[in-house]
């Protein structure tokens, strides 16, 4: 679902867990971390966009987890030219995402990144609120410092 001018509707995910650590899941054959995130399907809202994105890559569901907070606005990114593909004969251009933060409220051990036919990730770790902005990739950076910021706050309260 790319909009008139390019981006992708996307969500993107924050997990923690008891200890205020995040969610950081490994890209399948790669060495590039980040948070789970995913596309939405026609006619579907973002809180089900994320159930369903949410469960297709780290295995959870709604039981497993508690919505604390969402950014009020999208959060855009761009792609590098390299990264840009046509989609239903539209050029995406980079990403509008919501992003939900989420505590973990069952076990590690529901964390399964496997559940789908072809897993995006193939490890996971938890980490301080500061490691995803030193190992996301670049062009991500700026939508995650902009998602942390609104975010984490809810946190403290």
């Given at each position: ?33 980040q948070f789970p995130q995913g596309g939405f399907i026609e ?107 609104e975010l984490l706050p809810i946190l403290d309260n």
């Amino acid at each position: 679902m790319i909009d008139s001018k390019g981006y992708r509707k996307n969500v993107g995910i924050i997990i923690c867990n008891s200890k205020n650590k995040l969610l950081m899941c490994k890209r399948y054959g790669e060495n590039s971390w980040q948070f789970p995130q995913g596309g939405f399907i026609e006619n579907e809202s973002p809180e089900k966009a994320m159930y369903r994105e949410l469960f297709e890559e780290v295995g959870l569901e709604a039981n497993d987890v508690l919505i604390l907070g969402k950014t009020k606005n999208w959060l855009k990114y761009d792609l590098p030219k390299k990264y840009q593909r046509k989609t239903n004969n539209q050029l995406c251009l980079g990403q509008k995402q919501i992003w939900f933060l989420l505590r973990l409220t069952s076990s590690d051990k529901c964390i399964i990144l496997n559940k789908s036919n072809r897993p995006e990730f193939d490890d996971w770790q938890w980490t301080s609120p500061n490691k995803p902005l030193e190992v996301v990739i670049d062009f991500k950076k700026n939508v995650y410092t902009q998602a942390l910021k609104e975010l984490l706050p809810i946190l403290d309260n």
